[in-house]
């Protein structure tokens, strides 16, 4: 699928590019940004929520924290990052995130190049089984690591 060229617009606040909101394993996903180059993404994460570790070996991902408080395991360690932080992940380091604050956290996800994320938000929108997102995933050079143990 050809990616799209971006252009010059508003997204505007609360809103996900053209009305499309994403439900993914309970937290929800507005595209705000979607090019070859890059793609950005809102999120709420409910209390509890995650992303469980997992490695983008083909992307530069960073999240910019706009309200709440983010449990990180970045690379081996425990980190916390809070409103404001800008939280940089370089690509094929290992990374999970966690929400574990008692109150939602809402951030500005974006990665670059874009590859195929946006496809992969998709179509695991709505899977409620995590075996099946965490398949799916790695038809889109996301890989998800094995539990601790």
Sequence with gaps: MAKPKMTAGITRAGEGEGGVVWNILGQT????????????????FPDGTFVPPHVHATQDEFIYMLDGKFELFLDGQTRFAGIGDL????MGLPHGIFNKSGQPVRALFWVAPSRGLYELFTRIHNVADPGEVVRIASEYEVEFLPPPG
């Excluded at 939280?87 to 370089?90: K, Q, V």
């Design 29 to 44: 996903y507005k595209p705000m940004q979607h090019s070859e180059a890059s793609f950005a993404f809102e999120t709420l």
């Design 87 to 90: 939280i940089r992940l370089p």
